[in-house]
């Protein structure tokens, strides 16, 4: 409480004064508090309604925030009313519906009945409408950082939850990531290739029927020993409609692997436009399929290896359909590793269950300077090639193994002689227990074995072939019946041309060293 020890109007002007004195009178003024039935420093009508203050939505009354600082108001009418929360939420949800569900939503059907006007210009926009679903989920939206550091497997985990299309846009540094995994209907895509540094046992485990990965770079220097970048997770279900496109892959123990061992199988996968360099295992291996198989503009190059390539860069098995066109596999550079023989390693492996139901289709297919051996055929009924080119292997070229009814045409196989440890007595061209063949416009030479070799095989057609510069026969057959060669330029093998033992076969119109032959038929040397 304040006392003035002197008249107001000493002080100050009269109306001033005056106007004082409603408040605490004249003499030693005391600024009284006020209650509702007198005045005092505020009005007696001000210090009802401040009495009267509530958080509750009261009217005429003082707004008062409750302890957790809300106050509340009634429903909105005016357009300068307040809005509360749920009728925001309110207005949220229905945008929510329009966008789900477009044209079938309530609020577009109620418009286009009742509102003309409205009406046609929903059907002038009606190309510009985009469902909810069909808008891309961006990984930065979702926390992802991008910056090659901070771990983003939340954030691309939560981006493919939505079940929208998920889209990672390019930063130089990429993304680190440990595993993914990808469902039903998964559509995730990379800007630009853009590069994943995985951490874990893989990057993207897929678990689904509908998968598309495309436009990335996965990186596993930083992974575990035998860490695979796509993992088909067969253990859980069969995966099926899988699209793999516009994908790189470095440093990898397995680029895209299945899980072995159950009963589950992979098939109609496709793997177009991929790359694989600096690898550590087998870059391809898929062990159970059941058709529909497709590698296009697929290529494993083991030339930037600082290590020895021990595995097969491609290795499939137990499958039902395989389809290659325009696929490579290049061998290790001399200059980075030691050019030696590994028996267990193929350029291309490819070994059925069994002959039910077996196909391989082959279009532009090239095995380069491998270090093992080419490719390898086994358990095949139905089997199609052309310009098929095995180079410098340092085993063999071609090896196939029970393979019946084929028909291929423009197969080279050149061997590796007179390069550096290259293995001898391997073979160009070794076919075991095949039958019903058609080949035209063979060439095998340059090994450090026999060009063609026949082992039990029976009712096979060889057209227009070259067979020289071996270093043991040109052809030798042994117990192989009904197989017949039209057309042979047999030349320069240090063996000899020409060894059928035990067989019933026949040599027709040939040259054996410059030297024209109308026929030789079954046990013969030349």
């Known amino acids: 409480m304040i006392r003035v020890s002197r008249k107001v109007t000493e002080i100050v002007s009269q109306g001033i004064a005056e106007k004082m004195s409603l408040i605490g009178g004249e003499g030693f003024h005391v600024h009284a508090p006020a ?71 309530a609020e577009v059907v109620d418009a286009r009945g009742n509102y003309p006007v409205l009406s046609a210009r929903l059907d002038a926009s009606d190309t510009e409408t985009v469902k909810k679903s069909e808008i891309a989920a961006n990984v930065l939206d979702f926390g992802a950082k991008g910056d090659g550091v901070t771990n983003d497997t939340a954030a691309f985990q939560a981006a493919i939850n939505t079940g929208r299309k998920v889209v990672v846009p390019w930063t130089p540094n990429g993304y680190l990531v440990g595993s993914i995994n990808c469902g039903d209907n998964t559509e995730i895509v990379g800007e630009n290739t853009v590069e994943l540094l995985g951490v874990s046992s893989y990057v993207f485990g ?36 899988i699209r793999l496109k516009r994908l790189r892959f470095i440093n990898c123990y397995y680029g895209i692997l299945d899980e072995s061992g159950n009963s589950n199988f992979v098939t109609d996968i496709q793997m177009i436009d991929c790359n694989f360099i600096v690898t550590k295992g087998p870059q391809i291996k898929i062990n159970r399929s059941a058709g529909f198989v497709l590698l296009r503009d697929v290529n494993v190059d083991n030339n930037y290896n600082p290590w020895p390539v021990t595995w097969h860069s491609m290795h499939f098995e137990d499958f039902a359909g395989l389809e290659f066109e325009r696929v490579d596999v290049v061998g290790t550079n001399h200059e980075l590793v030691s050019p030696e023989y590994n028996p267990n390693s193929w350029g291309i492996y490819l070994k059925g269950k069994d002959l039910s139901n077996v196909s391989v289709w082959m279009n532009r297919v ?9 490719i390898y055929i086994e358990n095949v009924l139905n089997l199609w090639t052309k310009d098929v080119q095995i180079y410098h292997s340092y085993g063999k070229q071609l090896e196939m193994k029970n393979v019946k009814v084929a028909q291929s045409t423009n197969l080279l196989a050149i061997g590796p002689k007179g390069l550096p440890n290259a293995t001898e007595d391997n073979h160009a061209i ?97």
């Open 366 to 374: 090239l095995i380069d300077s491998h270090k093992g051996d080419g």
């Open 430 to 526: 070794l076919l075991t227990n095949c039958d019903q063949m058609s080949i035209s416009n063979l060439y095998a030479g340059n090994s450090r074995g026999t060009g063609v070799v026949l082992v039990n095989c029976k009712d096979n057609i060889f057209t227009n072939v070259q067979v020289r510069d071996n270093s043991n026969y040109g052809w030798y057959e042994i117990d192989s019946d009904r197989n017949v060669v039209v057309g042979a330029n047999l030349a320069n093998n240090a063996g000899g041309s020409l060894n059928q033992t035990g067989a019933a076969s026949a040599f027709v119109n040939w040259i054996n060293n410059g030297a024209y032959r109308a026929s030789d038929v079954g046990v013969v040397t030349v």
């Open 35 to 105: 209650d509702e039935t007198k005045n005092g420093f505020m009005t007696k009508e001000d210090k009802k309604a401040m009495n009267q203050r509530t958080s509750l939505a009261t009217p005429n009354t003082i707004m008062q925030r409750d302890s957790s600082g809300r106050a509340k108001v009634n429903a909105p009418v005016a357009a300068d009313d307040i809005a509360r929360k749920q009728e925001v939420d309110a207005v949220g949800s229905r945008v929510d519906r329009i966008i789900a569900d477009g044209d079938s939503s």
């Open 206 to 241: 897929i678990a689904a029927t509908g998968c598309n990965i495309s436009g990335f770079k996965f990186n596993m220097m930083y992974g575990p020993v035998n860490a695979a970048a796509i993992l088909l997770r067969t253990s859980v279900k069969v995966c099926y409609l």
